[in-house]
């Protein structure tokens, strides 16, 4: 299994409250990628990074912010927490092999529940 | 917007009778498909990158094809240990961010 952790794994939060979720990565691969999984929406990207400090918006990056300041760690900060981002979050890592676009690898997810 | 449909939702089969799942996609450039496979409570675990029209991709039941517009996974004489969700992706030229469909879940009954 690719070397991927995500903490916290289960986290119970209110509603006003920043939160930051950890992925940390063994494989010193330079993307690092935040989804998130819901129901009926299948998994949509968060933000992405392509190298430290390096970091884009995804296709629903309002209320989320991102920092990488090592390469083997990616945090994502909901700045102020709403009911609707509860989620489950999941954490990706992929390399690149030449001009091809190599397989993501992806973390256990971590379950957030806003309150 | 690069864009990816999965059909049929959800599937029940039978245990050993073979079926297919669809992805169809619309990019601007493909430079590659994937399939995972989901199980409750789990991140997804990668099964085949397909990369060009034509291409084709086997793992014991699984078996993945391509064209230029959609994909096919083929899972023949399923057992019950096939019940996830299938999950399908796209890469398009010009980035590095993978697109998904909604999946098609599967369940197989013995």
């Known amino acids: 299994d690719a070397g991927i952790t995500q903490s916290p794994r289960h986290k119970v939060t209110e509603t006003g409250t920043p939160v930051t979720l950890r992925c940390h990565q063994t494989?010193?691969?330079?993307?690092m990628y935040w989804y998130r999984q819901d129901p009926g929406h299948g998994l949509r990207l968060i933000h992405y990074?392509?190298?430290?400090?390096?970091?884009d918006k995804g296709e629903v990056s309002d209320g989320y912010s991102v920092s990488r300041s090592k390469t083997e760690d990616f945090l994502l900060t909901l700045e102020s927490a709403t009911s609707s981002q509860t989620s489950v979050y999941f954490c990706?890592?992929?390399?690149?092999?030449?001009?091809?676009?190599?397989?993501?690898?992806f973390g256990q997810g971590t379950r957030l529940t806003v309150v | 917007e690069d864009q990816v449909t999965q059909s049929p939702e959800a599937l029940r089969l039978q245990e050993g009778e073979s079926s297919s799942l669809n992805c169809s996609y619309t990019?601007?450039?493909?430079?590659?498909l994937f399939w995972y496979r989901q199980d409750p409570g789990k991140g997804p675990e990668f099964l085949f990158t397909?990369?060009?029209a034509g291409e084709e991709k086997e793992k014991e039941r699984l078996k993945a094809t391509l064209t230029k517009k959609e994909s096919f996974l083929h899972i023949t004489a399923p057992k019950p240990e096939d019940s996830a969700t299938y999950l399908c992706a796209v890469q398009a030229d010009g980035n590095n961010r993978l697109a998904f469909g909604k999946g098609n879940q599967v369940v197989v009954i013995p």
């Open positions: 990019v601007s450039g493909l430079r590659g």
């Open positions: 990074s392509y190298g430290v400090k390096d970091t």
């Open positions: 990706a890592i992929s390399e690149r092999a030449g001009d091809r676009p190599t397989e993501a690898f």
């Open positions: 494989e010193n691969h330079r993307y």
């Open positions: 397909l990369y060009s």
